[in-house]
């Protein structure tokens, strides 16, 4: 396991002890991280109390992503307590799926709410820390769905990491000057409960048209609830090796069916380039 000993981690994100951010929060913990671990509402808090017994004196605090001053208030506590902040993981996520036209408006705001403008709420409130360090790292947990494909069924939720890869993607060149790095990371199919009847929240059959499709669909997705290949564990411990290099990959791309999704995009790509690249470099002035 690498060493984080003597560094302050910001987990965004814990939900139960399933989570990819709760699996890193213990693969810091056991690394010598010295942690703050966020979660939102007092279920869950009850529920992360209980998971952290085990942790050596972490930081638990509630966290609304979505809400400026509760931001605010995470990281002044943080920094009271550590006096700075080293690496930060965003992992605020929900999971409203359906297609496109049968979501409301309601939940789209509510997925690019949670899964890209509060990822950028706590960043926002974190840089001017990292910045007078002149040092940080900036995880942020995308998906295969932003990187590689918007597949049918989740446009929403492949359009808040899309998003999410965009901003990081600049603001990787924003703060590099002041040796702060970040990380894009892109997992498959991991065994969290995003896919659980709590964690996902699915669009009003309100369309005769997608009848046939949604129901294949929304068997096709609560079949993979509890199947999936990924072992969160795992990329936890890939994570602390990743936050630990000088300097970090710009971006992971975690699990084995994340690099076929991802060499399959690549291919794609060329093939559409390719097939109009006459056309394409004929378009400058004459």
Do not use: C
Not at 80 to 95: M, Q, Y
Not at 107 to 120: F, N
């Amino acid at each position: 396991m690498s060493d984080l000993s003597g560094r302050t981690g910001l987990i965004v994100g814990v939900a139960n002890k399933r989570s990819i951010a709760w699996a890193i929060a213990q693969a810091a913990s056991a690394a010598g991280a010295q942690l703050a671990i966020t979660y939102q509402g007092e279920r869950l808090g009850e529920n992360v109390r209980d998971l952290a017994e085990g942790l050596p004196n972490p930081l638990l605090m509630p966290l609304d992503v979505t809400d400026d001053d509760s931001v605010a208030a995470t990281v002044r506590e943080v920094l009271d307590r550590s006096g700075r902040i080293d690496v930060l993981v965003n992992n605020a996520a929900s999971f409203y799926a359906g297609y496109f036209e049968e979501l409301t408006p309601e939940q789209i705001e509510r997925q690019l709410a949670t899964s890209l403008i509060g990822p950028m709420n706590v960043t926002r409130a974190v840089l001017p820390v990292m910045r007078k360090q002149r040092s940080g790292h900036i995880i942020s947990i995308s998906s295969s769905a932003g990187l590689a494909a918007g597949f049918e069924f989740v446009s929403a939720y492949a359009a808040s990491k899309f998003g999410l890869e965009g901003w990081m993607e600049s603001m990787h060149a924003e703060v590099a000057p002041f040796g702060i790095t970040t990380t894009i990371v892109n997992p498959g199919f991991f065994r969290t409960e995003l896919l659980t009847e709590q964690s996902t929240n699915y669009a009003e059959p309100l369309i005769e048209d997608y009848d046939e499709r949604r129901a294949k669909q929304l068997e096709f997705w609560k079949a993979q609830n509890g199947k999936q290949s990924g072992d969160p564990a795992k990329l936890a411990r890939a994570l602390i090796i990743i936050a630990s290099q000088e300097p970090p990959p710009h971006r992971f791309v975690a699990g084995a069916d994340a690099i076929a999704t991802a060499e399959q995009k690549i291919a794609d790509l060329e093939a559409q380039i390719d097939a109009n690249r006459n056309l394409s470099t004929s378009l400058a002035f004459d």
